[in-house]
């Protein structure tokens, strides 16, 4: 039964719709797409393996994967895609035969035109659509950098580790620590070249080998059972279920 929504109340995760994109001719599914992207992009910022020589964010979002993950059939996709470079929101790169492209994502430079904004009380302005820049994995801005600050990206996943190596004995997995965690924990798995995969933290251990329920301290290294194969580099994130955890 669907609730009333309150101060205190926990929050299903979501993903942000960036407002610059009530402003943008393109069709509501390629909007979507891009919330898509952008949301993964978020993930791969945090990430080395993740990033061209130069800085770049990309992410490897297959079109399949694309199409399942909003319902829509992937004629659909590749035209929402095509929107979205014809309006320099992406940059597609390929990898060669067999290989997904790398998708490289854009935002609004800040050396774009404003417009003041018709129903303002506040006489505040936005953004137009002059400019695009690709993100700075650093910072989580843009890579044409300036000294004007901007609001963070509201995000709906939490970070929580990344693979550093395997144990083929045991069979457990080494991971680095970048959000707590904790067994029992259900957490989405990404990697090059592979759809998103879903996976349960079935045991952790800490760096003795000695049974742990969490993992609470920053880039500690754990060794945890999954119930799927992954490979070193591997990204491991969870849903953030509530305004309070953030």
């Known amino acids: 039964m669907a609730q009333f929504l309150k101060s205190d109340s926990n929050l299903p995760p979501y993903m942000a719709y960036p407002r610059f994109l009530l402003d943008v001719d393109i069709s509501e ?12 992009a978020r993930l791969s910022m945090k990430n080395q393996p993740w990033q061209d020589e130069i800085g770049r964010v990309f992410v490897l979002y297959t079109i399949p994967a694309l199409a399942k993950d909003i319902g829509k059939g992937e004629t659909t ?4 895609l095509n929107q979205l470079i014809r309006q320099d ?11 997904p492209n790398k998708i490289y ?22 953004k137009s659509l002059t400019g695009r820049a690709f993100f700075d994995p650093k910072s989580g801005r843009k890579v044409p950098t300036n000294n004007n600050k901007r609001n963070k990206y509201v995000r709906n996943y939490d970070f929580v580790g990344v693979v ?9 997995v080494v991971v680095e620590q970048r ?3 904790f067994v029992g924990d259900k957490v989405e798995i990404i990697g090059p070249y592979k759809e998103t995969m879903y996976a349960t933290i079935l045991e952790m251990y800490n760096e003795n ?12 290294i754990v060794k945890m059972k999954l119930d799927v194969p992954v ?16």
């Open 209 to 220: 080998g000695e049974p742990i329920e969490s993992a609470p301290h920053a880039k500690q």
């Open 231 to 246: 490979e070193e580099h591997y990204m491991l994130r969870k849903p953030i279920v509530s305004i309070n955890t953030l």
């Open 179 to 181: 959000n707590r965690m």
């Open 29 to 40: 599914t390629a909007k979507l797409v891009y919330m898509l992207l952008l949301d993964r």
């Open 164 to 172: 550093r190596a395997l144990e083929e004995e045991s069979g457990l």
């Open 77 to 80: 996709v590749k035209k929402a």
């Open 105 to 126: 994502i854009k935002i609004p430079s800040e050396n774009c035109l404003t417009r003041q904004t018709e129903n303002s009380p506040t006489g505040q302005t936005e």
């Open 89 to 99: 929101l992406i940059m597609k790169q390929s990898q060669g035969a067999g290989r």
